[in-house]
Nanobody, 120 residues
Framework: QVQLVESGGGLVQAGGSLRLSCAAS????????MAWFRQAPGKEREFVAA?????GYADSVGGRITISRDDAKTTVYLQMNSLKPEDTAVYYC????????????????WGQGTKVTVSS
């Protein structure tokens, strides 16, 4: 089993930046796809970014978000810049067990989420 714990969320003004972290414990996750999803109030959970031997991003985040990971520290990061009020959501880290990586039911391990609020 893999346990995922997110951190780094908070309140930020529009145009600001945040860096989210996802710390993994349990068996190694140095292989496979890790991703960030988000769920805004009243909306369905949506894909944000994924990392494996590649990186992939949702069109909605443009060039404002970067996913990275440090295998030595078993941590996945999400650097978010030029934040907009529409980025307000709970952000979840997840580990995939199959593709395609943009679909949440292809992920079998999830963190508890970290809340990001962007004020206008």
């Amino acid at each position: 089993q893999v346990q995922l714990v997110e951190s780094g969320g908070g309140l930020v003004q529009a145009g600001g930046s945040l860096r989210l972290s996802c710390a993994a414990s349990g068996r190694s996750f140095d292989t496979g796809t890790m991703a960030w999803f988000r769920q805004a109030p009243g909306k369905e959970r949506e894909f944000v970014a994924a990392i494996s031997s590649f990186t992939g991003y949702a069109d909605s985040v443009g060039g404002r978000i970067t996913i990275s990971r440090d295998d030595a520290k078993t941590t996945v990061y999400l650097q978010m810049n030029s934040l907009k009020p529409e980025d307000t959501a709970v952000y979840y880290c997840a580990k995939a067990f199959r593709s395609p990586y943009t679909i949440d039911y292809n992920y079998d391990h999830w963190g508890q989420g970290t809340k990001v609020t962007v004020s206008s």
